[in-house]
Protein backbone atom coordinates (compact mmCIF):
# COMPACT_ATOMS: atom_id res chain seq x y z
CA UNK A 1 0.00 0.00 0.00
CA UNK A 2 1.45 3.50 -0.93
CA UNK A 3 1.25 5.67 2.08
CA UNK A 4 -1.11 8.50 1.37
CA UNK A 5 1.25 11.25 2.17
CA UNK A 6 0.09 13.76 -0.66
CA UNK A 7 -2.97 13.84 1.65
CA UNK A 8 -0.88 15.87 4.11
CA UNK A 9 1.80 18.16 4.36
CA UNK A 10 4.23 16.90 6.76
CA UNK A 11 7.99 18.01 7.93
CA UNK A 12 10.43 15.34 8.19
CA UNK A 13 12.44 14.59 11.34
CA UNK A 14 16.54 14.48 11.02
CA UNK A 15 18.73 12.75 13.17
CA UNK A 16 20.89 9.17 13.24
CA UNK A 17 18.90 5.96 14.10
CA UNK A 18 18.39 5.28 18.06
CA UNK A 19 15.24 5.20 19.80
CA UNK A 20 12.25 6.91 18.82
CA UNK A 21 9.59 7.52 21.69
CA UNK A 22 6.16 8.63 19.80
CA UNK A 23 3.93 9.94 21.99
CA UNK A 24 -0.05 10.43 20.69
CA UNK A 25 -2.43 12.16 22.75
CA UNK A 26 -5.96 11.70 21.61
CA UNK A 27 -7.25 15.13 22.74
CA UNK A 28 -11.15 17.05 22.93
CA UNK A 29 -11.48 20.12 21.50
CA UNK A 30 -11.78 22.98 23.96
CA UNK A 31 -15.40 22.77 24.02
CA UNK A 32 -17.74 19.95 24.01
CA UNK A 33 -18.33 17.74 21.09
CA UNK A 34 -19.60 14.33 20.12
CA UNK A 35 -17.45 12.97 17.07
CA UNK A 36 -15.12 14.06 14.43
CA UNK A 37 -17.79 15.66 12.27
CA UNK A 38 -19.04 17.69 15.42
CA UNK A 39 -18.70 21.38 13.99
CA UNK A 40 -17.65 22.45 16.95
CA UNK A 41 -14.44 20.61 17.02
CA UNK A 42 -11.71 23.41 17.72
CA UNK A 43 -7.52 22.65 17.24
CA UNK A 44 -5.74 23.04 20.15
CA UNK A 45 -3.87 26.14 20.89
CA UNK A 46 -0.48 24.42 20.52
CA UNK A 47 2.52 22.11 21.84
CA UNK A 48 3.75 22.48 25.28
CA UNK A 49 7.27 24.19 25.08
CA UNK A 50 10.33 21.84 24.81
CA UNK A 51 14.08 22.57 25.85
CA UNK A 52 15.21 20.37 23.34
CA UNK A 53 15.75 20.63 19.89
CA UNK A 54 12.58 19.91 17.74
CA UNK A 55 10.60 19.80 14.43
CA UNK A 56 6.91 20.31 14.08
CA UNK A 57 4.67 19.26 11.69
CA UNK A 58 0.80 20.15 10.87
CA UNK A 59 -1.41 17.41 9.70
CA UNK A 60 -4.81 17.32 9.10
CA UNK A 61 -7.58 14.85 7.50
CA UNK A 62 -11.15 15.38 7.15
CA UNK A 63 -12.21 12.84 9.84
CA UNK A 64 -8.83 12.92 12.76
CA UNK A 65 -7.32 16.33 12.39
CA UNK A 66 -3.91 15.83 13.68
CA UNK A 67 -0.28 17.51 14.49
CA UNK A 68 3.00 16.10 15.68
CA UNK A 69 6.38 17.34 17.30
CA UNK A 70 9.54 15.88 17.46
CA UNK A 71 12.21 16.45 19.78
CA UNK A 72 14.75 15.73 22.02
CA UNK A 73 17.14 14.90 18.73
CA UNK A 74 20.63 13.84 19.28
CA UNK A 75 22.91 13.37 16.36
CA UNK A 76 25.88 11.86 15.93
CA UNK A 77 27.90 9.40 14.55
CA UNK A 78 28.39 7.08 17.44
CA UNK A 79 31.34 4.38 17.02
CA UNK A 80 32.01 2.85 13.58
CA UNK A 81 32.37 -1.02 13.76
CA UNK A 82 31.37 -1.68 9.89
CA UNK A 83 27.69 -1.98 9.90
CA UNK A 84 25.87 -1.87 7.18
CA UNK A 85 22.33 -2.52 8.54
CA UNK A 86 21.19 -0.48 11.27
CA UNK A 87 17.96 -1.51 13.92
CA UNK A 88 16.52 1.27 15.55
CA UNK A 89 14.73 0.99 19.06
CA UNK A 90 11.17 2.39 19.28
CA UNK A 91 8.92 2.79 22.03
CA UNK A 92 5.50 4.24 21.51
CA UNK A 93 3.02 5.65 24.38
CA UNK A 94 -0.51 6.47 23.08
CA UNK A 95 -2.60 8.44 25.54
CA UNK A 96 -5.80 10.77 25.82
CA UNK A 97 -7.06 12.98 28.39
CA UNK A 98 -8.19 9.56 30.40
CA UNK A 99 -4.19 8.53 30.48
CA UNK A 100 -3.03 5.99 27.83
CA UNK A 101 -5.33 4.24 25.20
CA UNK A 102 -4.86 0.29 25.33
CA UNK A 103 -5.44 -1.62 22.11
CA UNK A 104 -4.39 1.25 19.18
CA UNK A 105 -2.46 -0.81 16.39
CA UNK A 106 1.03 0.92 15.72
CA UNK A 107 2.72 0.21 12.24
CA UNK A 108 6.37 1.15 10.67
CA UNK A 109 6.83 0.56 7.65
CA UNK A 110 9.24 1.21 4.88
CA UNK A 111 9.30 4.49 2.78
CA UNK A 112 7.21 2.89 -0.18
CA UNK A 113 4.65 1.74 2.53
CA UNK A 114 5.50 -1.99 0.96
CA UNK A 115 6.73 -3.84 3.86
CA UNK A 116 5.84 -4.31 7.87
CA UNK A 117 8.78 -3.53 9.52
CA UNK A 118 7.44 -3.60 13.22
CA UNK A 119 3.35 -4.09 14.48
CA UNK A 120 2.30 -4.13 17.89
CA UNK A 121 -1.08 -2.92 19.79
CA UNK A 122 -0.33 -0.49 22.86
CA UNK A 123 -0.65 -2.40 26.49
CA UNK A 124 -2.62 -1.13 29.00
CA UNK A 125 -1.26 1.74 30.05
CA UNK A 126 -0.58 3.12 25.97
CA UNK A 127 2.69 0.94 25.19
CA UNK A 128 4.25 -0.78 22.57
CA UNK A 129 7.84 -1.38 21.90
CA UNK A 130 10.12 -2.90 19.79
CA UNK A 131 13.02 -2.65 16.76
CA UNK A 132 13.20 -1.79 12.97
CA UNK A 133 15.98 -3.07 11.24
CA UNK A 134 16.70 -1.64 7.40
CA UNK A 135 19.93 -0.61 5.71
CA UNK A 136 21.86 2.14 6.96
CA UNK A 137 21.04 3.94 3.59
CA UNK A 138 17.89 4.02 4.06
CA UNK A 139 16.64 7.39 4.89
CA UNK A 140 12.82 7.52 5.41
CA UNK A 141 10.42 4.77 7.37
CA UNK A 142 6.70 5.51 7.58
CA UNK A 143 4.88 5.16 11.39
CA UNK A 144 0.83 4.11 10.90
CA UNK A 145 -1.21 4.50 13.94
CA UNK A 146 -4.68 3.22 13.18
CA UNK A 147 -7.37 4.87 14.93
CA UNK A 148 -10.85 4.93 14.96
CA UNK A 149 -11.18 2.72 11.92
CA UNK A 150 -8.06 5.46 10.72
CA UNK A 151 -5.04 5.61 9.69
CA UNK A 152 -2.63 8.57 10.76
CA UNK A 153 0.50 9.07 8.89
CA UNK A 154 4.11 10.72 9.80
CA UNK A 155 6.63 10.28 7.45
CA UNK A 156 10.03 10.22 9.61
CA UNK A 157 13.80 10.66 8.42
CA UNK A 158 15.98 8.11 10.01
CA UNK A 159 19.22 9.19 8.27
CA UNK A 160 21.10 9.95 11.39
CA UNK A 161 19.09 10.08 14.27
CA UNK A 162 20.59 8.85 17.60
CA UNK A 163 17.33 9.81 19.63
CA UNK A 164 14.35 11.38 18.95
CA UNK A 165 10.71 11.83 20.82
CA UNK A 166 7.66 11.97 18.71
CA UNK A 167 4.79 13.28 20.00
CA UNK A 168 1.41 13.27 17.69
CA UNK A 169 -2.16 15.30 18.74
CA UNK A 170 -5.17 13.98 17.39
CA UNK A 171 -7.58 16.52 17.89
CA UNK A 172 -10.31 14.85 19.37
CA UNK A 173 -10.91 11.48 20.77
CA UNK A 174 -13.37 9.10 19.63
CA UNK A 175 -14.57 5.85 20.36
CA UNK A 176 -12.72 2.67 19.05
CA UNK A 177 -14.37 1.11 15.99
CA UNK A 178 -15.05 -2.86 16.58
CA UNK A 179 -12.84 -5.02 14.17
CA UNK A 180 -13.07 -8.65 13.15
CA UNK A 181 -10.70 -9.95 15.30
CA UNK A 182 -11.18 -13.95 15.33
CA UNK A 183 -8.43 -14.44 18.28
CA UNK A 184 -9.15 -11.68 20.09
CA UNK A 185 -5.45 -10.66 20.27
CA UNK A 186 -6.59 -6.46 19.04
CA UNK A 187 -5.08 -7.09 15.34
CA UNK A 188 -8.03 -7.20 12.83
CA UNK A 189 -8.22 -10.60 11.01
CA UNK A 190 -7.37 -8.41 7.48
CA UNK A 191 -3.89 -7.85 8.85
CA UNK A 192 -2.96 -10.62 11.33
CA UNK A 193 -0.81 -12.65 9.86
CA UNK A 194 -1.81 -15.51 12.27
CA UNK A 195 -5.54 -14.93 12.42
CA UNK A 196 -6.67 -18.22 14.12
CA UNK A 197 -3.43 -18.14 17.31
CA UNK A 198 -3.78 -15.49 19.80
CA UNK A 199 -0.11 -15.53 20.48
CA UNK A 200 0.96 -14.45 17.17
CA UNK A 201 0.37 -11.33 14.90
CA UNK A 202 3.17 -10.54 12.56
CA UNK A 203 5.64 -12.02 10.84
CA UNK A 204 8.84 -9.83 9.84
CA UNK A 205 11.53 -10.93 7.66
CA UNK A 206 15.03 -9.40 8.13
CA UNK A 207 16.28 -8.33 5.56
CA UNK A 208 12.50 -7.28 4.63
CA UNK A 209 13.38 -8.75 1.13
CA UNK A 210 16.50 -11.00 -0.10
CA UNK A 211 19.30 -11.91 2.36
CA UNK A 212 22.64 -10.95 3.72
CA UNK A 213 26.21 -11.71 3.27
CA UNK A 214 28.16 -12.69 5.96
CA UNK A 215 31.76 -12.74 5.03
CA UNK A 216 34.26 -13.48 7.35
CA UNK A 217 38.31 -13.08 7.73
CA UNK A 218 39.75 -16.40 9.75
CA UNK A 219 43.52 -14.80 10.60
CA UNK A 220 42.29 -13.31 13.63
CA UNK A 221 44.41 -12.03 16.37
CA UNK A 222 46.56 -11.17 13.19
CA UNK A 223 45.53 -9.01 10.68
CA UNK A 224 44.11 -10.64 7.50
CA UNK A 225 44.21 -9.78 4.01
CA UNK A 226 40.61 -7.74 3.02
CA UNK A 227 39.20 -10.13 0.57
CA UNK A 228 36.24 -11.44 2.55
CA UNK A 229 36.44 -14.66 1.11
CA UNK A 230 37.30 -16.64 3.99
CA UNK A 231 33.95 -17.90 5.06
CA UNK A 232 30.83 -16.82 3.26
CA UNK A 233 27.49 -17.21 4.69
CA UNK A 234 24.13 -16.09 3.42
CA UNK A 235 21.24 -15.91 6.31
CA UNK A 236 18.28 -14.42 6.47
CA UNK A 237 15.58 -14.52 9.69
CA UNK A 238 11.56 -14.45 9.93
CA UNK A 239 10.62 -13.05 13.61
CA UNK A 240 7.00 -14.22 14.39
CA UNK A 241 5.96 -11.45 16.57
CA UNK A 242 2.58 -11.05 19.51
CA UNK A 243 0.02 -8.67 19.16
CA UNK A 244 2.57 -6.34 21.68
CA UNK A 245 5.38 -6.84 18.99
CA UNK A 246 7.42 -9.39 21.62
CA UNK A 247 9.37 -12.53 19.48
CA UNK A 248 7.60 -15.58 19.84
CA UNK A 249 9.32 -17.61 17.49
CA UNK A 250 12.69 -16.76 15.28
CA UNK A 251 13.39 -18.91 11.85
CA UNK A 252 16.62 -18.84 10.73
CA UNK A 253 17.85 -19.89 7.23
CA UNK A 254 22.08 -19.99 6.51
CA UNK A 255 23.58 -21.02 3.18
CA UNK A 256 27.69 -21.72 3.13
CA UNK A 257 28.74 -20.25 -0.26
CA UNK A 258 32.20 -19.45 -0.22
CA UNK A 259 35.72 -20.99 1.64
CA UNK A 260 38.45 -19.01 0.43
CA UNK A 261 40.68 -20.54 3.61
CA UNK A 262 42.98 -22.85 4.00
CA UNK A 263 41.87 -23.14 7.33
CA UNK A 264 38.17 -25.33 8.05
CA UNK A 265 35.45 -23.76 10.12
CA UNK A 266 32.43 -24.02 11.83
CA UNK A 267 29.44 -21.54 12.30
CA UNK A 268 27.39 -21.05 15.24
CA UNK A 269 25.03 -18.64 16.64
CA UNK A 270 25.47 -17.41 20.16
CA UNK A 271 21.79 -15.72 21.66
CA UNK A 272 21.83 -13.07 24.72
CA UNK A 273 22.89 -14.90 28.04
CA UNK A 274 18.75 -13.80 29.42
CA UNK A 275 17.17 -15.49 26.49
CA UNK A 276 15.92 -19.48 26.63
CA UNK A 277 14.28 -21.64 24.85
CA UNK A 278 14.55 -24.56 22.73
CA UNK A 279 16.36 -24.72 19.49
CA UNK A 280 16.04 -26.86 16.23
CA UNK A 281 18.25 -26.81 13.55
CA UNK A 282 17.79 -29.10 10.26
CA UNK A 283 21.11 -29.02 8.27
CA UNK A 284 20.95 -30.03 4.42
CA UNK A 285 22.91 -31.35 1.83
CA UNK A 286 23.67 -28.96 -1.29
CA UNK A 287 20.85 -30.45 -3.34
CA UNK A 288 18.42 -30.11 0.01
CA UNK A 289 18.38 -33.37 0.94
CA UNK A 290 18.14 -33.27 4.60
CA UNK A 291 21.00 -34.87 6.56
CA UNK A 292 20.09 -34.63 10.32
CA UNK A 293 18.07 -32.81 12.71
CA UNK A 294 19.29 -31.51 16.03
CA UNK A 295 17.66 -30.23 19.28
CA UNK A 296 19.03 -28.03 21.78
CA UNK A 297 17.87 -26.39 24.96
CA UNK A 298 19.76 -23.09 25.21
CA UNK A 299 20.21 -20.76 27.95
CA UNK A 300 22.68 -18.48 29.78
CA UNK A 301 23.88 -17.85 26.17
CA UNK A 302 25.20 -21.18 25.08
CA UNK A 303 26.09 -21.38 21.41
CA UNK A 304 23.60 -23.25 18.63
CA UNK A 305 26.22 -25.42 15.99
CA UNK A 306 24.66 -24.40 12.72
CA UNK A 307 27.09 -26.09 9.83
CA UNK A 308 29.86 -28.62 10.44
CA UNK A 309 33.58 -28.25 9.19
CA UNK A 310 33.47 -26.13 5.87
CA UNK A 311 35.77 -28.33 4.00
CA UNK A 312 32.81 -30.53 4.57
CA UNK A 313 30.03 -28.00 3.60
CA UNK A 314 31.00 -26.88 -0.05
CA UNK A 315 32.47 -28.47 -2.71
CA UNK A 316 34.18 -25.16 -4.49
CA UNK A 317 36.22 -22.39 -2.62
CA UNK A 318 33.94 -19.85 -5.36
CA UNK A 319 36.63 -17.62 -5.16
CA UNK A 320 38.64 -18.27 -8.32
CA UNK A 321 38.32 -16.97 -11.89
CA UNK A 322 37.69 -20.15 -13.87
CA UNK A 323 34.80 -21.34 -10.59
CA UNK A 324 31.26 -21.73 -11.52
CA UNK A 325 29.60 -20.84 -8.65
CA UNK A 326 28.17 -23.63 -6.60
CA UNK A 327 25.86 -24.08 -3.88
CA UNK A 328 27.22 -25.49 -0.03
CA UNK A 329 25.15 -26.88 2.25
CA UNK A 330 22.50 -25.37 4.22
CA UNK A 331 20.55 -24.82 7.84
CA UNK A 332 17.48 -24.11 9.05
CA UNK A 333 17.25 -22.84 12.73
CA UNK A 334 14.06 -23.05 14.52
CA UNK A 335 13.96 -21.25 17.90
CA UNK A 336 11.15 -21.23 20.37
CA UNK A 337 11.92 -19.05 23.45
CA UNK A 338 10.50 -19.73 27.04
CA UNK A 339 8.59 -16.25 27.03
CA UNK A 340 8.21 -13.93 24.59
CA UNK A 341 11.00 -11.94 24.09
CA UNK A 342 11.52 -7.78 23.43
CA UNK A 343 13.30 -7.61 20.45
CA UNK A 344 16.10 -4.81 21.90
CA UNK A 345 16.61 -7.96 24.13
CA UNK A 346 17.60 -10.31 21.02
CA UNK A 347 19.35 -7.63 19.58
CA UNK A 348 20.40 -6.63 16.15
CA UNK A 349 20.70 -9.34 12.95
CA UNK A 350 21.97 -11.35 12.45
CA UNK A 351 22.99 -11.36 15.92
CA UNK A 352 25.83 -12.99 17.48
CA UNK A 353 26.73 -15.09 14.26
CA UNK A 354 30.42 -16.00 14.84
CA UNK A 355 32.58 -18.84 13.62
CA UNK A 356 35.36 -21.07 15.00
CA UNK A 357 38.49 -21.52 13.00
CA UNK A 358 39.29 -24.91 13.45
CA UNK A 359 43.22 -24.41 13.00
CA UNK A 360 43.64 -22.07 15.74
CA UNK A 361 40.85 -22.68 18.15
CA UNK A 362 39.81 -18.50 18.12
CA UNK A 363 36.25 -17.25 17.54
CA UNK A 364 35.32 -14.91 14.75
CA UNK A 365 32.67 -12.33 15.86
CA UNK A 366 31.35 -8.97 14.75
CA UNK A 367 33.07 -5.89 15.69
CA UNK A 368 30.92 -3.76 18.48
CA UNK A 369 29.82 -6.91 20.65
CA UNK A 370 33.15 -7.53 22.72
CA UNK A 371 35.95 -5.29 24.53
CA UNK A 372 39.11 -5.90 26.25
CA UNK A 373 39.76 -4.76 29.67
CA UNK A 374 41.04 -1.37 28.35
CA UNK A 375 37.84 -0.85 26.14
CA UNK A 376 39.21 -1.69 22.65
CA UNK A 377 37.55 -3.81 20.31
CA UNK A 378 38.58 -7.38 20.51
CA UNK A 379 37.14 -7.66 17.42
CA UNK A 380 38.70 -4.42 15.20
CA UNK A 381 42.34 -5.18 14.36
CA UNK A 382 45.39 -2.86 14.56
CA UNK A 383 44.79 -1.21 10.84
CA UNK A 384 41.21 -0.67 12.36
CA UNK A 385 39.64 -3.37 10.32
CA UNK A 386 36.85 -6.31 11.55
CA UNK A 387 37.26 -9.99 10.72
CA UNK A 388 33.44 -10.00 10.29
CA UNK A 389 31.05 -8.05 7.37
CA UNK A 390 27.38 -8.13 6.87
CA UNK A 391 26.11 -7.20 3.27
CA UNK A 392 23.18 -7.17 1.51
CA UNK A 393 22.45 -10.10 -1.07
CA UNK A 394 24.14 -8.94 -4.22
CA UNK A 395 27.56 -7.88 -2.39
CA UNK A 396 30.24 -9.95 -4.76
CA UNK A 397 32.90 -10.87 -2.50
CA UNK A 398 36.88 -10.51 -3.66
CA UNK A 399 38.31 -12.93 -5.96
CA UNK A 400 41.51 -15.08 -3.85
CA UNK A 401 44.45 -12.68 -4.19
CA UNK A 402 42.38 -9.48 -4.42
CA UNK A 403 40.84 -7.63 -1.40
CA UNK A 404 37.96 -5.30 -1.32
CA UNK A 405 39.72 -2.34 -1.77
CA UNK A 406 40.20 -3.58 -5.65
CA UNK A 407 36.31 -4.88 -5.65
CA UNK A 408 34.41 -1.91 -4.22
CA UNK A 409 36.75 1.70 -4.50
CA UNK A 410 34.05 3.22 -2.29
CA UNK A 411 34.57 1.46 0.25
CA UNK A 412 37.26 3.47 1.30
CA UNK A 413 35.15 6.67 1.49
CA UNK A 414 32.50 5.09 3.48
CA UNK A 415 35.10 3.44 5.90
CA UNK A 416 37.46 6.24 6.11
CA UNK A 417 34.52 8.70 7.00
CA UNK A 418 33.43 6.08 9.49
CA UNK A 419 30.46 5.18 7.58
CA UNK A 420 28.70 8.46 6.86
CA UNK A 421 29.54 8.98 3.19
CA UNK A 422 29.72 5.87 0.53
CA UNK A 423 26.82 3.80 2.58
CA UNK A 424 25.57 2.42 -0.36
CA UNK A 425 29.24 1.45 -1.26
CA UNK A 426 28.22 -2.58 -2.07
CA UNK A 427 26.71 -1.15 -5.20
CA UNK A 428 29.41 -0.62 -7.37
CA UNK A 429 31.83 -3.21 -7.63
CA UNK A 430 34.61 -3.90 -9.66
CA UNK A 431 34.07 -7.10 -12.09
CA UNK A 432 37.53 -8.04 -12.68
CA UNK A 433 38.35 -8.65 -8.89
CA UNK A 434 35.12 -9.70 -7.62
CA UNK A 435 33.31 -13.47 -7.91
CA UNK A 436 30.47 -12.87 -10.06
CA UNK A 437 27.24 -14.54 -7.29
CA UNK A 438 24.42 -13.06 -7.55
Known amino acids: MEPVRNKYTMRKATGKAGITLMTLFLMTGLVSCNSSEDPNLTWLLGLADGTSQSTTGQVSSTEIPFSYNIDNIQQGTGDFVFETNKSIPVEILVEDPDGGVQGTRVLIRDANGER ?137 YYTHIAKGAGYDHTLHLALPSEVSGVATVVRKDASGTELESQQLNISSGNAIDILGRSNLTISSSNTAKDQTFVMGHSAELTFLPDAPVALQTMGKAPYDLFIKVLNTGHEIHFAGRYFAEDGSDKYIDSAGFPWALMVPDYWQWPYERANIHDGYPAFDDWYLSAGTESKNWYDSPVAEFVFPAN
Do not use: C, M, W
Open 116 to 252: VLFRAVTDEAGNATGVVTVNQDEQSAVIEVEYNGQTLYVDLDITDVLQATVTVLVRVRADVSEIADADGDGVPDNEDDYPQDPDRATVVRVPAEGFYRVAYEDLYPKRGDADFNDYVVQVYHEQDLNASGKLVELRS
